[in-house]
């Protein structure tokens, strides 16, 4: 079960329906099962006092995740900032709408077990990201508009 849950801010206009699927779809292909994963789309004040209280970090990010995983069944709480986001797709030239997306399917991955901390790692992680964006835009599951 995927839920979307705000604070702080409304909830973007995406098909939640599709994105489900697609969620689930992604997690197939990695061969995992979605268990209970939720994401919370909050401010950037409150992805801060997140970072501060329980990553023990002091900076702003567009998510944090929390992996309760167990063998192939993933499961998760993911914090997106929507302000982290937004800002982030005018400073890399991308749609907000493809950008969130972005960083959603990049909780997933990392549920399914890829990391991103080494260099290599990180485009391990672009890579994911950008077949799993084609598959989302890229074959009429999903219209952004």
Not at 22 to 43: L, P, T
Not at 136 to 144: E, P, Q, R, T, W
Request: hydrophobic share 40%; net charge negative.
């Amino acid at each position: 079960m995927v839920t979307f849950n705000c604070v702080n801010v409304a909830l973007p206009d995406l098909d939640w329906e599709s994105v489900r699927r697609w969620i689930e779809r992604v997690a197939e292909s990695y061969g995992r099962r979605v268990g209970v994963v939720n994401y919370v789309f909050v401010d950037d004040e409150e992805i801060l006092r997140i970072n501060r209280e329980f990553v023990g970090h002091d900076y702003y990010t567009d998510h944090i995740g929390f992996d309760y995983s167990v063998s192939d069944r993933i499961a998760g709480d993911t914090f997106i900032s929507l302000d982290t986001v937004r800002s982030n797709a005018v400073l890399f030239g991308k749609e907000y709408d493809n950008e969130l997306c972005r960083v959603i399917i990049h909780s997933i991955l990392h549920l399914c077990g890829i990391d991103d901390k080494s260099p290599d790692e990180r485009a391990q992680m672009e890579r994911a990201e950008d077949a799993a964006l084609e598959m989302l835009f890229g074959h009429s599951l999903f219209y952004a508009g």
